[in-house]
């Protein structure tokens, strides 16, 4: 990102004058301005919940909230590059169904990117991986212990054909949740 980090927090923080930032800024302000900050909302896409946002009074539901995000990530792209981003490849948790990744599509359209392929977690991890193997015929297990969901899927890779076997997840444990479990035991 412009900041020069690899990674965005999904945080979306409003200061005292109104303007929206996203990322690390707003993620430092989850302990001292916790009632003008809003992370880890992805899991909450498609439910009914708002966000509300004390200063103003705003509220903004889980899609709107990811839809800065990806601005945010779209703006620094091209910023960097100077080219144009149109489109994206978004991952989501395996388990996410289409309650979920409806609003996160939509979220995509919100900031400017144009239907944009939505991929589960652990196969963008397997792909990414590259699936370096001497074999034709070859079965992988891809995880991804993320900060709020636990991902796998069984991919396979046969005759340089990658297919998807299963997949399955759990939106609510992740390596922050068990990483709390731990320090309140």
């Known amino acids: 990102n412009n900041e020069g980090f690899e990674t ?31 992370a880890e909302f992805k899991l909450q896409m498609g439910t009914t919940t708002e966000y509300r946002f004390a200063r103003d009074g705003r509220t903004m539901r889980p899609e709107q909230l990811s839809a800065e995000v990806l601005k945010s990530l779209k703006a620094d792209v091209t910023q960097r590059t100077g080219e144009e ?61 993320g900060g709020g969901t636990f991902d796998a899927a069984v991919i396979q890779v046969r005759d340089g054909t990658i297919r998807v076997v299963n997949h399955g997840g759990d939106n609510h444990l992740g390596g922050k949740l068990i990483d709390w479990e731990i320090v309140d035991s």
Do not use: C, M
């Not at 977690?121 to 991986?129: C, D, F, G, T």
């Open 85 to 145: 981003v149109r489109a994206a490849v978004i991952t989501v948790p395996a388990a996410f169904d289409p309650p979920q990744s409806e609003p996160t599509k939509k979220a995509a359209d919100r900031a400017g990117l144009t239907v944009s392929p939505l991929l589960q977690e652990p196969v963008a991890a397997a792909l990414a991986h590259g699936f370096q193997s001497e074999s034709e015929k070859v079965f992988w297990l891809a995880y991804d212990l």
């Open 8 to 38: 965005t927090p999904s945080a979306v923080w409003y200061d005292k004058g109104g303007r929206l930032f996203v990322g690390r800024r707003a993620k430092e302000r989850l302990e001292d301005d916790g009632d003008n900050t809003a």
